[in-house]
């Protein structure tokens, strides 16, 4: 694929919500950073012109951005916007003419999947798809089935090169300390295996409800929304291979066999639950039976994991809101230990959000006679005040033809897989009081050796 920069970046859906809450902030980083200085043309159907648009782009950088008025008057400079049906061929033609000279255009499709394919075909009548790339948002269908359709209708106008399939959890700066930390590390990746880890745990929790979304959530729900991209892409950066080369082919490539050797799910291997009251929510259904909360068993099928279970959980109205990994080391057997019988309290924990934590728990000798301990946990690593927010790392990337931290068609399809199986009413429904940590069945299907480990708020 060629390496050149996109000379000019096309968002569809440039007056959604998304657009609002994120690509406008991280747009105005980029420009901030020095990394964009290309035509921004906006493309919606909301009856609005170009001041309209410009005032949408600074109402969103006071209330989601930074201030800075010498990035922000850039940025505006850069924008232009298209007001126009994506039916229409007129609204692509137009956008023909304001790309001028640009050859190497980057069409952010800030839209629903079901849009794809007729912006796409727009966009090919206007001679506008050669050379060009293009982001998609996800969800990236709801099922193997309509992911393969998307990637055929894609395939059409694009080739896979082409095609940025972001995932917002990949550019987050925690999460690839994970793989960072791991192979920085060699007394850590040494014992980053079935002979040493017991298990490994994965939270997402969140305190808050579905926040006016019912009608979105109704038509995902956890495991769609969350557990199939976000939790398995974290999975994917626990416990894949080191890669052969630091090109971005061979780290997708790793990641990719990782997620093919994830075994499919079982009913056995999934809880799932709904918080009380989810169901009077605008636009829920009254007999709604779509989870807001899942716990999952997963199994990895490959040498360094065999036998090792990863437990996965998420959801809404929970106690915390935190998302973090514990790995649980095995516990030690050595003789000459006598408190032998305590709990295994070696481990290491990874806080993603809402702050990157990085520690490690052990047990240290008590002072006085006989060999008992107690455990102590020490702080490796917290973050830094300021870090490059993950659509902006993300943007930039795919503006430079890079794609180490997006989702390739085999990945995406082998995400859908692992899930398929379970999605729906293919398993109970439970449930569960807000502020809880999930329904009680979870303990007894999917307890864990030692025992769920809750994140603590911060």
Not at 268 to 290: H, K, T
Not at 299 to 322: M, Q
Not at 419 to 432: F, K, R, W
Request: proline share 6%; aromatic share 10%.
């Amino acid at each position: 694929m060629t390496t050149l920069r996109s000379d000019a970046l096309v968002v569809f859906g440039a007056t959604g919500d998304l657009a609002y809450k994120q690509i406008f902030p991280a747009l105005q980083a980029l420009v901030r950073h020095g990394r964009l200085d290309v035509p921004i043309i906006g493309v919606a159907k909301s009856g609005w012109n170009l001041d309209q648009f410009k005032a949408r782009a600074k109402d969103s950088l006071e209330q989601h951005g930074r201030s800075d008025p010498s990035a922000d008057a850039k940025l505006f400079s850069l924008l232009q916007y298209i007001d126009g049906d994506y039916a229409d061929a007129a609204t692509f033609q137009r956008l023909r003419e304001l790309l001028g000279p640009a050859q190497h255009p980057l069409y952010y499709l800030a839209i629903p999947p079901s849009l794809f394919a007729t912006v796409a075909a727009g966009l090919s009548r206007a001679d506008c798809v050669k050379e060009a790339r293009v982001v998609v948002e996800k969800p990236f269908g709801r099922d193997l089935a309509s992911a393969q359709a998307l990637n055929r209708t894609l395939h059409q106008y694009f080739p896979e090169p082409s095609i940025f399939r972001i995932d917002h959890f990949l550019g987050k700066e925690a999460v690839q300390n994970l793989i960072y930390f791991r192979f920085a590390n060699s007394l850590m990746e040494a014992a980053w295996n079935y002979r040493h880890i017991e298990s490994v745990q994965i939270t997402m929790a969140e305190n808050f409800g579905v926040s006016g979304r019912g009608k979105f959530y109704e038509e995902a729900g956890a495991i769609r929304d969350v557990v199939q991209n976000h939790l398995l892409e974290v999975v994917a950066c626990l416990a894949v291979e080191c890669p052969s080369g630091v090109d971005h082919g061979a780290k997708c490539d790793e990641r990719d066999r990782l997620l093919q050797s994830v075994r499919t799910l079982t009913p056995a291997d999934v809880v799932r639950g709904q918080f009380r009251g989810y169901r009077n929510e605008p636009g829920v259904a009254a007999d709604s039976q779509v989870e807001t909360f899942a716990a999952l068993r997963f199994h990895i099928d490959n040498e360094r994991w065999d036998g090792v279970p990863f437990y996965v959980r998420t959801g809404k109205r929970l106690a915390v809101t935190a998302t973090e990994v514990l790995v649980r080391f095995k516990k030690s057997s050595r003789t000459v230990l006598t408190d032998s019988g305590s709990p295994n309290d070696s481990y290491c924990r990874f806080r993603l959000d809402p702050k990157m934590v990085i520690a490690l728990g052990a047990r240290v000798k008590k002072p006085g006679p006989g060999m008992t301990g107690e455990n102590v946990e020490l702080i490796a690593h917290q973050q830094p005040a300021e870090l490059m927010e993950p659509y902006e790392r993300l943007l930039g990337d795919a503006a430079a033809g890079d794609s180490t931290l997006f989702a390739r068609q085999d990945s995406v399809e082998a995400a859908w897989r692992v899930v398929d199986p379970i999605l729906g009413n293919a398993t109970p429904l439970y449930e569960y009081d807000p502020n809880s940590w999930g329904p009680t069945e979870v303990e007894a299907q999917l307890k864990p050796c030692g025992g769920w480990y809750n994140p603590k708020a911060e």
